[in-house]
């Protein structure tokens, strides 16, 4: 009777376990319905959007209290436009700036040898023109002396540069 029981069991959870995978492993989807289905909703809602946010041409009451300037005025349209010309007024200022800087460090400097010698006075000359330590290193930088990089001299004014850099960084 146990035999009996048992093969029976065997026999159920195997046919079991063969119904259950039966719908996964032999009937795969159709990849390329689905992707066309995917594509078509995406599109959808894609053209139900630009449809949301197009200008309307209705006159009502609403529109009315707009502004007559543009008949298709937007008031995130004009948002948008005030942020990029304070954007661009931004820029202007700082490279208004950065010329004034340039026109002082050549008055400052117009006595001053532009040579390797002259390398440190170049950047101080910068600074007091008012560019940061690490402009007045880039803009002076074709006049930096040829040091070995493995003498204690060039590694102490590294040590110093970096230093200097780091505080630029702290302010």
């Known amino acids: ?3 009996i029981t048992l093969a ?8 079991i376990a063969i ?22 909703r995406q599109q959808a809602q894609s053209d139900q959007h630009f449809k949301n946010i197009a200008p309307s041409n ?4 609403v529109s009315s209290a707009l502004p007559t300037s543009s008949s298709n005025y937007s008031p995130y349209a004009a948002e948008h436009q005030a942020k990029m010309d304070a954007y661009n007024r931004k820029v ?4 208004d700036d950065w010329e004034a800087k340039e026109r002082k460090f050549v008055a400052l400097s117009a006595n001053v040898p532009k040579n390797e010698e002259n390398y440190r006075k170049l950047i101080a000359v910068a600074e007091e023109a008012g560019f940061e330590y690490y402009d007045a290193l880039r ?13 204690p001299e060039s590694k102490q004014e590294q040590t110093n540069e970096l230093y200097k850099l780091l505080q630029g960084l702290n302010k």
């Open 8 to 15: 029976t069991s065997i026999l159920l959870f195997g046919v």
């Open 19 to 40: 119904k259950a995978q039966y719908g996964d492993a032999y009937h795969k989807p159709n990849q390329e319905e689905i992707r066309k289905a995917t594509q078509q």
């Open 92 to 95: 202007q200022a700082k490279a």
């Open 58 to 61: 209705t006159n009502s009451s």
């Open 139 to 151: 803009l002076n930088s074709s006049y930096k002396p040829k040091v070995e990089a493995n003498t």
């Open 1 to 3: 009777m146990r035999k």
